[in-house]
């Protein structure tokens, strides 16, 4: 396709499960950004990769979160141990350039965590 | 970061014009000041990025004054598929890893 593809849509994990999330950019898009985003409020960054590197994991809020993207195109977010609070939107970007100037953003990925 | 300012909610009319302003007065010499619209269960969406004056595209307008520490969205004729929340974001848009902050948004309803 020719946008960014989220998978699952839609995950309900029981507490304490581990979970991944796909993201397949855009073909060719060096930056691929994720983000967390809880009902109601904005986008929370969470990490960036340029390529396969993963230049920020800042916003990571535990050590039960990771990512990676191994060959520099299709990433995985994983959540080990999975918390109520973790419950959210997960939304993929992808951008062309090395820098953000266009993003573009999947569907994202609501998990629910029960 | 430069942090962003606007209003939570904005009501209007469909055929009217809807102006968004954002507040950023700490914008870098660098910064660009860039929109996202949102719809309910999707990702935001690109729809203009502009350093200062005015940029105009098939979607909305832009207008940054001289000094740069405001900027306002102009959406014109809106109509009821416009409703959505609205971003401003101001960042390096050139650096290698810059990354998006989202503030939280304006949420604008557009009533028949």
């Known amino acids: 396709g020719a946008g960014v593809s989220q998978s699952p849509r839609y995950k309900v994990a029981k507490r304490g499960q581990d979970v991944a999330l796909r993201c397949d950019p855009i073909?060719?898009?060096?930056?691929l950004f994720w983000y967390q985003q809880a009902l109601g409020q904005g986008p929370e960054f969470l990490t960036y990769?340029?390529?396969?590197?993963?230049?920020?994991k800042s916003g990571l809020p535990s050590d039960r979160f990771f990512a990676e993207r191994p060959e520099g195109s299709v990433s995985t977010l994983k959540i080990q141990r999975t918390q109520q609070e973790d419950s959210a939107v997960y939304l993929c970007?992808?951008?062309?350039?090395?820098?953000?100037?266009?993003?573009?953003f999947g569907q994202g990925t609501r998990l629910t965590v029960v | 970061l430069a942090k962003t300012t606007q209003p939570i909610s904005m009501d209007s009319y469909e055929g009217q014009e809807v102006n968004i302003t954002c507040s950023h007065n700490?914008?870098?010499?660098?910064?660009?000041i860039t929109w996202y619209q949102q719809f309910p269960s999707q990702g935001p969406r690109f729809i203009i990025q502009?350093?200062?004056t005015k940029v105009t595209n098939e979607v909305a307008s832009l207008f940054i004054p001289a000094d740069r520490k405001s900027s306002t969205l102009s959406l014109p004729r809106v109509s009821l598929s416009d409703t959505a929340v609205y971003y401003c974001?101001?960042?390096?848009?050139?650096?290698?890893?810059?990354?998006?902050?989202f503030g939280g948004g304006t949420r604008v309803l557009v009533k028949p």
């Open positions: 970007a992808s951008s062309h350039r090395e820098g953000l100037t266009e993003a573009f």
């Open positions: 073909s060719g898009h060096v930056s």
């Open positions: 990769f340029q390529n396969e590197a993963q230049l920020d």
């Open positions: 700490n914008i870098a010499t660098n910064d660009y």
């Open positions: 502009g350093y200062k």
């Open positions: 974001l101001v960042g390096d848009s050139g650096a290698a890893g810059n990354k998006l902050t």
